[in-house]
């Protein structure tokens, strides 16, 4: 069922909603149309006791201004631009430079600050947020409609279907920005719970984050989850990418073909017995450990979310791809559409 409430309201009055949907195992999960924002996400560990495994935000003011994009869904790209600029067709745009010379996250105008149209039916389980975005909108081509689709499975199961058609060629590399604590979203730092990912090489990156175009083989240094492992054993190693990132913000390459669905990266909180699976037909995922939560904004119940307190798997294209011709490219025809699907799923062991 889907269940709308009043969230909150804007400063010039508009409302805004939040969708709460619910399985049949009383796993929920709720959305704002405020910036279509993933906002809660309920489970079970294995005793049948429930928490909010989601990082988030409480109040519509505090969501505004969430320097760490908790729960957004980020377009029209998600990560990085190098330079803030990019060239399709021969013409270049200009980005706003918001992550010292790059363009992170397609800010400043962020799609989180944007009240999105919202459709549900009764009785499904699932509710989509539209948005149109002009062209020049965040300095991109053409106008384009976009959906994003949230549905809860019986098998609790989070899906999230991407849609974006438009006028003119663009970029279309959607993601959302959720941070994860198996253990519940107040219990302080990840560092014990374990990822997997399902991936043999990253994209080796600059001192400002941007891939370099190397493909470093992860096999033997510290980017290796090929096996279960604590995200803290590795994460303050002596190593030049762990380095340059503050810790784990970089983007694996995943080993399934690229537009195959299949398994991307799963997590363990062995104390609660909770665990998540992450499924997606994009080629990247960026494992990202929160390492610039810094409490300043607070979260639900007034939760000081400090670094390194919940973790992300955003999907994506890899950063910069617009970029470098032999990354696979995020720009969507005139015309074309684009059309993708994540899951988060979510289990006891």
Not at 60 to 76: I, K, M
Not at 84 to 98: G, I, M, P, S
Not at 145 to 174: A, P
């Amino acid at each position: 069922m889907v269940e709308k409430t009043i969230f909150g309201t804007m400063e010039d009055g508009r409302e805004v909603s939040r969708y709460t949907l619910t399985n049949q195992n009383g796993v929920s999960a709720s959305f704002l149309d405020l910036g279509a924002i993933w906002s809660t996400m309920l489970v079970p560990d294995r005793n049948g006791e429930m928490a909010d495994v989601l990082l988030g935000h409480e109040t519509v003011a505090d969501c505004l201004v969430s320097d760490g994009h908790l729960g957004e869904a980020v377009g029209r790209n998600a990560n990085r631009i190098g330079g803030a600029a990019f060239t399709l067709n021969n013409k270049k745009y200009e980005l706003t430079a918001n992550d010292g010379p790059n363009n992170l996250h397609s800010g400043m105008d962020f799609y989180r600050n944007r009240i999105w149209a919202a459709e549900y039916e009764t009785g499904i389980n699932q509710v989509s947020f539209t948005l149109e975005s002009p062209d020049g909108d965040q300095g991109y081509p053409g106008n384009a409609s976009i959906r994003v689709t949230y549905t809860l499975t019986d098998e609790n199961e989070v899906k999230i279907h991407y849609e974006g058609t438009c006028d003119q060629d663009t970029i279309f590399n959607m993601t959302n920005h959720a941070y994860f604590n198996l253990a519940g979203h107040e219990s302080g730092p990840a560092l014990s719970q374990m990822v997997y990912i399902d991936s043999d090489a990253i994209t080796a990156v600059d001192k400002v984050l941007i891939p370099t175009g190397e493909i470093r083989k992860v096999m033997g240094t510290p980017m290796d989850f090929s096996d279960f492992k604590p995200i803290g054993r590795d994460i303050e190693a002596d190593y030049d990418q762990l380095k340059l990132g503050g810790g784990y913000d970089h983007n694996w390459i995943l080993n399934h073909e690229s537009g195959v669905f299949s398994l991307a990266a799963a997590a363990i909180d062995e104390e609660s017995g909770r665990k998540m699976e992450v499924y997606t037909d994009l080629p990247g995922v960026q494992f990202y450990t929160g390492n610039f939560l810094d409490g300043q904004v607070p979260g639900k119940g007034g939760v000081k979310y400090a670094r390194r307190q919940g973790y992300c798997f955003e999907t994506q294209y890899y950063p910069n791809a617009v970029n470098m011709p032999g990354f696979a490219s995020p720009v969507v025809k005139k015309g074309e559409k684009y059309d993708t699907t994540t899951s988060y799923k979510f289990m006891t062991v």
